[in-house]
């Protein structure tokens, strides 16, 4: 099973920027799809960018769209999420989860047809002063 760790949260003022990370171990980092959600208190999940390996295919859900990337670093097993722009409504709990040793369809269907994920990580606070 693989592990995902995220880091990278903290404290930034509207405007800022942070890079998350998401860190997998436990098995090799080839074929692969990961998202990263995020959770706000009294507020549902949301999903907020995917990348998959097998095609390089990367969605952005329309409030974080022009302001997140997404980007992976194989050799490292890592997928990051760099946010720029940030504003305190983007103040929430951060987790990557993702699929891993198959091949995964594009990553806005991926994200559409999946009801779960292979391994999910702990998250990671995000806040966001005005």
């Known amino acids: 099973e693989v592990q995902l760790v995220e880091s990278g949260g903290g404290l930034v003022q509207a405007g800022g920027s942070l890079r998350l990370s998401c860190a997998a171990s436990?098995?090799?980092?080839?074929?692969?799809?990961i998202g990263w959600f995020r959770q706000a208190p009294g507020k549902e999940r949301e999903a907020i960018s995917a990348?998959?390996?097998?095609?390089?295919?990367?969605y952005y859900a329309d409030s974080v769209k022009g302001r997140f990337t997404i980007s992976a670093d194989n050799h490292k097993n890592t997928v990051y999420l760099q946010m720029n722009s940030l504003k305190p409504e983007d103040t929430a709990v951060y987790y990557c989860?993702?699929?891993?040793?198959?091949?995964?369809?594009?990553?806005?269907?991926?994200?559409?047809?999946?009801?779960?994920?292979?391994?999910w990580g702990q998250g990671t606070q995000v806040t966001v002063s005005s």
């Open positions: 989860a993702g699929d891993f040793g198959r091949k995964s369809p594009p990553a806005s269907l991926w994200l559409q047809l999946s009801l779960d994920y292979e391994s």
């Open positions: 436990g098995s090799t980092f080839n074929d692969y799809a």
């Open positions: 990348i998959v390996s097998s095609d390089g295919s990367t």
